[in-house]
């Protein structure tokens, strides 16, 4: 909670006690780094009765606002409920049955003899906003699956950005913050059990950054947190000479490849999500089909199960509202009793099941960030600095109007940057000023993050960070951005 020192006017602007998104990151950091397995010990998936797999996550958003009816913090699943009659708001219950509903897709497919497989990503802002209208109901049903042995082979949860920020354009000092504000609020609501589990990234937007010093410090970010791989759209990354994705390389895992303008170089696994953005891919099960339509692949001298990998909104649109429910079981109980040698199977699953039969992160196709090929062709990798990166990066911008450095997502005709110089300017003024004044507390002193000073002004450095603020245009998103700038500000100041 906010301390009894806080103003009358801060706690109205809250609405609710402060998320859980910092104060233990020593534990949570000790708790995520381990080297256990996660789900072969309890898979009953079996590498070589596999011909292909698929993989499908859900992908559930919610961003917070400051609408409510006193200006404070909600979700904006609550705004949904408390304003019926604008838009598709009347959609508010289905949309809540959406977040809940895998609770009762998953023991009831379990429980017919199926042997089912999805994946998770549900952002901060919508977790915290299910807690500030007191849906426990939705918790509870998220919980069973989550911390209920009987189902955990069954669901895997993907982390992600805290207030589902994309990643290209946050400031860098707080990709990790973001993180890391997930894992915390992931382990207070379903406990560090749960987190340990939680090995695989999905990226708001499947927005991956591409400036070479952006994108290694995104990846670094997530190893030290405990990541082993991320989701990432096709059209996001190139091979190492600008080519795209090979037919096959598409449906094996990645190693993508950061190098800095330092000529420093990490790297994590990729799964690679196919095609667009339709969520009929999802809510229609297409992967089950297409994975149909493929079998085995060579990797390393030996013969392996291709993945399917895709994602999509679980709630928005009338696909997944009202086909998704239908069509997500057909596929589980169309292969039970049968040995097709097609299977769901989830991304850490996967990845475990090939390093059970000897093959490693060093044996996958290599990618790296879309278009870093043209600043390598100007810049000797080996001699790279800050200012020789820029420099080319400078010329190419001049020299080719398709190149740029603002990240690929699943889709090309929308930019979290242009035209939101309103929404980004005050964006970094905020975490500027938000590590000006914090970063040298917390060197000095690592519980600083248990203060409720410090606590309100993080959450409001992430909030302003949100992707919805720069997706619907000018007008009313963008003064939401403006005004939690304006609140923050005044807690950094």
């Known amino acids: 909670m906010i301390s009894t020192s806080s103003s009358t006017s801060e706690l109205a602007q809250i609405g609710a006690e402060i998320p859980s998104i910092c104060g233990r990151e020593a534990e949570i950091n000790a708790a995520v780094n381990h080297p256990e397995l996660v789900f072969l010990p309890t898979s009953n998936l079996h590498l070589g009765d596999m011909s292909a797999g698929f993989a499908c996550a859900l992908h559930m958003h919610q961003p917070t606002i400051p609408a409510g009816a006193q200006g404070e913090l909600i979700g904006h699943l609550q705004f949904m409920f408390e304003h019926q009659g604008e838009g598709d708001n009347h959609n508010a219950g289905v949309f809540a049955w959406c977040y809940a509903r895998m609770g009762e897709f998953i023991p009831d497919l379990v429980a017919q003899g199926c042997n089912p497989r999805i994946?998770?990503?549900?952002?901060?802002?919508?977790?915290?906003?299910?807690?500030?209208?007191?849906?426990?109901?939705?918790?509870?049903?998220?919980?069973?699956?989550?911390?209920?042995?009987?189902?955990?082979?069954?669901?895997?949860?993907l982390g992600t950005m805290w207030s589902h920020a994309v990643v290209p354009s946050t400031p860098t000092p707080d990709i990790k913050l973001q993180i890391q504000a997930w894992q915390h609020h992931?382990?207070?609501?379903?406990?560090?059990?749960?987190?340990?589990?939680?090995?695989?990234?999905?990226?708001?937007?499947?927005?991956?950054?591409?400036?070479?010093?952006?994108?290694?410090?995104?990846?670094?970010?997530?190893?030290?947190?405990?990541?082993?791989?991320?989701?990432?759209?096709?059209?996001?990354?190139?091979?190492?000479?600008?080519?795209?994705?090979?037919?096959?390389?598409?449906?094996?895992?990645?190693?993508?490849?950061?190098?800095?303008?330092?000529?420093?170089?990490?790297?994590?696994?990729?799964?690679?999500?196919?095609?667009?953005?339709?969520?009929?891919?999802?809510?229609?099960?297409?992967?089950?089909?297409?994975?149909?339509?493929?079998?085995?692949?060579?990797?390393?001298?030996?013969?392996?199960?291709?993945?399917?990998?895709?994602?999509?909104?679980?709630?928005?649109?009338?696909?997944?509202?009202?086909?998704?429910?239908?069509?997500?079981?057909?596929p589980w109980q169309e292969m039970k009793g049968q040995n097709s040698g097609v299977v769901g199977c989830n991304g850490t699953e996967y990845l475990e099941l090939l390093e059970s039969i000897g093959i490693t992160e060093a044996d996958y196709p290599v990618c790296q960030g879309v278009q870093q090929h043209k600043i390598w062709q100007l810049v000797n990798p080996e001699q790279s600095n800050t200012e020789s990166v820029e420099n080319a990066i400078f010329a190419l911008k001049k020299t080719d109007h398709k190149f740029h450095m603002?990240?690929?997502?699943?889709?090309?005709?929308?930019?979290?940057?242009q035209g939101y110089e309103n929404v980004l300017e005050p964006m970094y003024q905020l975490s500027a000023l938000f590590h000006q004044k914090f970063d040298t507390l917390v060197a000095a002193d690592p519980t600083v993050t248990t203060r409720p000073d410090y606590q309100v002004a993080l959450l409001y450095n992430l909030l302003v960070q949100t992707s919805c603020f720069r997706y619907w245009g000018q007008g009313t998103w963008t003064e939401y951005a403006r005004e939690l700038y304006r609140r923050g500000l005044a807690l950094v100041s």
Not at 120 to 143: A, F, P
Not at 211 to 228: F, Q, S, T, W
Not at 406 to 417: I, P
Request: glycine residues 8%; hydrophobic residues 35%.
């Open 119 to 157: 994946m998770l990503d549900y952002s901060g802002n919508l977790l915290w906003g299910l807690q500030q209208m007191g849906r426990n109901d939705v918790l509870d049903h998220l919980k069973k699956i989550t911390c209920d042995r009987q189902y955990q082979p069954y669901v895997e949860w």
């Open 186 to 330: 992931f382990a207070a609501l379903f406990g560090m059990d749960a987190l340990k589990r939680v090995k695989g990234f999905s990226q708001p937007e499947m927005h991956l950054p591409n400036h070479p010093d952006v994108l290694y410090e995104y990846i670094k970010a997530l190893k030290e947190c405990g990541y082993r791989w991320l989701m990432v759209q096709e059209h996001s990354v190139e091979q190492l000479d600008g080519a795209s994705l090979t037919q096959d390389n598409k449906y094996l895992p990645n190693r993508l490849v950061a190098r800095n303008s330092q000529g420093e170089t990490i790297s994590i696994t990729a799964l690679i999500k196919t095609q667009g953005s339709d969520t009929k891919l999802v809510a229609q099960m297409q992967p089950y089909y297409e994975a149909k339509s493929r079998g085995k692949q060579q990797l390393a001298g030996k013969s392996i199960p291709c993945l399917v990998t895709q994602i999509a909104d679980g709630e928005n649109g009338g696909v997944m509202m009202n086909e998704f429910p239908r069509d997500f079981p057909r």
């Open 406 to 417: 603002d990240g690929a997502s699943w889709t090309d005709n929308l930019s979290w940057v």
